[in-house]
């Protein structure tokens, strides 16, 4: 007996249809009707965030510095969170950022990085030195970096690394307001 591709599908959908019918048995990919795609899955929800990465943050806002060690996330500390990658924020990894406001229901942050760009012509608008601290283990000099604003969700941050002096603060919020027009 030939059997051709048709009369298979013909087959399957019939049986489908009977198992529906009784009551299920079929997935729900098997159960949409022909011609429709299949519903998007959400991206997985990358380590350590407890939702998805709602974008980085483009606007204006309000600088703050109110540190205080009450073991909540503040402005003008160094925190631990999970940053995501520019290109694909479905991935990224664990790094310090310095909390310097906040919008809405997230803090606003700036990655630290230890590399040096004040050799970088291209990119030394983009970051402002803040020297070292406990937030890094081997004390290396660290920059913040202003062409990114992150936005963290307050339980994401996984643990507080130091607090910023208030001078140190107050360098990184000229170059906010310079850059961004922030108030």
Known sequence: ????????????????????????????AARRPAGKAPARQPARVPGGLTGRYPGDFRGTAKVEYSPSLNGRPEPGEIVWTWVPFEEDHTRGKDRPVLLVGSHGRYLLGLMLTSKDHDGDERRSDDYVDIGTGPWDRQWRPSEARLD?????????????????????????SSALRARHGWS
């Not at 059997?3 to 079929?26: E, K, M, Y």
């Not at 990114?148 to 990184?172: N, S, T, W, Y």
Request: charged share 25%; net charge positive.
């Open 148 to 172: 990114r604003i992150l936005q963290i969700k307050p339980g994401d941050v996984r643990r507080e690394g130091a607090i910023l002096d208030a001078g140190r603060f107050g360098d990184i």
């Open 1 to 28: 007996m030939a059997l051709n591709l048709r009369s298979l599908g013909n087959a399957l959908r019939g049986t489908l249809r009977f198992l529906d019918r009784l009551g299920g048995g079929a997935p729900p």
